[in-house]
């Protein structure tokens, strides 16, 4: 079939991917325009779009996937099918009638679960312990659509969000494969999703991912998990911004700490919250590099009962220059 594969961040590679390595042409990718990003707010083009130039694959970066200019592009392109992986955009009805198979999109979720921008996110710091990926047929709702083929995924207990839709990635790009030849021999029945479970996984926001020490350990871990590596969990010292890396809860033998409270060890740096200490990672103070807790503390020289600010102390806004979140 001729396919036009619409996708944005680095985890629509392996799925389009698997799609150049099947049976089935590439005859466009449809990616969001490009973007200012990085520290030198340099232009550049989404890692789907820098894919399709390495290979030769005509892009299109529509402002909006119902602009005139682009329905009608679409119109000439005449794409049996179009395979959509983290797009970014929400595609009007006009668009989604073109294609003679409509629009197809792997949703990393088990829907009716999570839909949303931040599936694989939402599932980490709810605790679920089984996530997965969806094929299911794009339309106006929000993740709503009937679906064609689900696969399962385990979430190991020090998995971040990056590292769980890299398996999903991974992992539904056969599924969308096995959809797609389904779909050219006429033997996918795409189901109803199911009334019950629905659940849902909005954008995670900067301020969000701001960690409240006030809440137990479990919560905190999980909230910094589902928050690497964007939009990036952070906190506040001395009226400063300092990012988090995971964070790894300890036993209750660990001696108690007031929340937010520091304690500088030799090798360690634990941090005090509702139920006990957690001991921190990797951390990226403002304008620096990420660098391991027990060497910023050398530098910073946190004081006795020296503690991580509160929102109210610090009284600082996200910054503007804050990363986004990574699409799934």
């Not at 997965?132 to 064609?148: H, N």
């Not at 909005?202 to 589902?226: M, S, Y």
């Not at 600010?309 to 986004?324: F, I, M, Y």
Request: net charge negative; glycine share 12%.
């Amino acid at each position: 079939m001729r396919i036009i594969v619409a996708g944005t961040p680095e985890v629509a590679l392996p799925p389009a991917e698997a799609i150049r390595a099947s049976s089935h042409e590439i005859i466009a990718v449809l990616t969001r325009p490009d973007a200012v990003s990085g520290r030198g707010r340099k232009v550049s083009r989404s890692p789907l779009g820098q894919w399709a130039d390495g290979h030769g694959i005509p892009v299109y970066q529509p402002a909006r996937p119902g602009d005139p200019e682009f329905l009608e592009q679409l119109e000439q392109l005449a794409p049996d099918c179009v395979a959509v992986i983290a797009y970014g955009a929400l595609v009007p009805q006009r668009a989604l009638d073109i294609p003679r198979l409509g629009w197809i999109n792997l949703h990393f979720s088990v829907l009716p679960a999570w839909r949303g921008a931040a599936p694989a996110q939402r599932a980490l710091m709810a605790g679920d312990e089984v996530t997965g990926a969806s094929v299911f047929q794009l339309e106006k709702g929000l993740d709503t659509g009937p679906v064609y083929g689900v696969m399962t995924q385990t979430i190991r207990p020090r998995d971040t969000a990056g590292d769980l839709l890299d398996k999903l990635a991974e992992g539904g790009s056969g599924l969308m494969v096995a959809v797609l030849d389904g779909l050219e021999a006429g033997e996918m029945e795409a189901r109803p999703q199911p009334e019950e479970g629905v659940s849902l996984a909005p954008k995670i926001t900067v301020e969000e991912a701001r960690v409240d020490w006030t809440q137990n350990a479990v919560t905190i871990d999980r909230r910094v998990r589902g928050c690497t590596p964007a939009p990036g969990a952070w906190t506040t010292f001395r009226g400063a911004r300092l990012g988090l890396g995971p964070v790894e809860p300890l036993s209750e033998e660990a001696e108690p700490l007031a929340p937010g409270e520091l304690r500088v060890l030799k090798k360690a740096v634990h941090v005090g919250t509702a139920t006990g200490a957690v001991a921190l990672g990797e951390v990226r103070p403002a304008g620096k590099k990420a660098m391991a807790a027990v060497d910023w503390a050398r530098g910073a020289r946190p004081s006795a009962g020296e503690r991580f600010e509160t929102e109210d102390e610090a009284g600082l806004a996200p910054s503007a220059g804050a990363a986004s979140e990574g699409a799934s």
